[in-house]
């Protein structure tokens, strides 16, 4: 039973360049999570989606982050152009829509832009 | 917006010793759910144990047990019999329980330490 699966696992990039994070949810799960992790604000939530729709994306930095999710197995996080203040671990989960379904994660990527 | 608050950034306990970390939380909600969640240097995010906030009962597994006391909005994390491998970090998570979706609002975190 595979879980999140998250890929890159790790991408170093120079400040300036476009970053594509991806992320296939468990199959059947219709509720998708993008987080970001760092040692100051902690764990945050980007946005979600609901049956491939986003729902809440209040918690996107800036206009350069954006997420798509096309279809119900896979979903991106595309940060153009980086800086090194993005530089964080970005993780991907997901759940049921409803009821008290537990997020779970994939093993996250860690960004570092130069 | 609910809010989470660990107030210990770190702990420490012995092998084969019981340690509790502690979780508050503030929402005006009745109806919710709390997690805590593992975090071992693989980094990997590890679903601990689950109370849902309409039932009385805290709830166990195996060797991890909560102390939920909704009216204060405490939610502790008990482990009895720390092993090596309990040590990590572990966040304290509030999920509201409406339609919207099931979005975890997370504590900072404590670094459990488990010493041989």
């Known amino acids: 039973d595979a879980g999140v699966i998250q890929s890159p696992r790790h991408e170093v990039t120079e400040m300036g360049q476009e970053v594509t994070l991806r992320c296939k949810p468990i199959?059947?799960?219709?509720?998708l999570f993008w987080y970001r992790q760092t040692m100051m604000r902690g764990l945050e939530l980007l946005i979600y989606?609901?049956?491939?729709?986003?729902?809440?994306d209040s918690g996107m930095p800036e206009d350069r982050f954006s997420a798509k999710m096309p279809n119900a197995s896979f979903s991106t996080l595309k940060i153009q152009p980086s800086e090194p203040r993005d530089s964080a671990v970005y993780f991907c989960?997901?759940?049921?829509?409803?009821?008290?379904?537990?997020?779970?994660f994939g093993n996250g990527t860690r960004l570092t832009v130069t | 917006a609910q809010t989470v608050t660990q107030s210990q950034p770190e702990m420490s306990v012995q092998e084969a010793e019981t340690v509790t970390l502690s979780c508050t939380y503030d929402?005006?909600?009745?109806?919710?759910?709390l997690f805590w969640y593992k975090q071992p240097p693989s980094r990997q995010m590890i679903l601990v144990i689950r109370?849902?906030?309409?039932?009385?009962q805290n709830a166990t597994e195996n060797r991890f047990s909560v102390n939920f006391q909704k009216a204060a909005k405490s939610f502790s994390l008990k482990i009895s019999d720390s092993q090596l491998g309990d040590t990590a970090m572990y966040f304290c998570?509030?999920?509201?329980?409406?339609?919207?979706?099931?979005?975890?609002?997370f504590g900072g975190g404590t670094r459990l330490m488990v010493k041989p």
């Open positions: 989960a997901s759940s049921l829509v409803g009821g008290n379904s537990p997020l779970h």
């Open positions: 929402t005006s909600e009745n109806n919710y759910y």
């Open positions: 199959s059947g799960h219709n509720s």
């Open positions: 998570a509030f999920m509201s329980h409406n339609n919207a979706g099931n979005m975890l609002t």
């Open positions: 109370q849902e906030a309409y039932k009385q």
């Open positions: 989606f609901n049956n491939n729709v986003p729902i809440d």
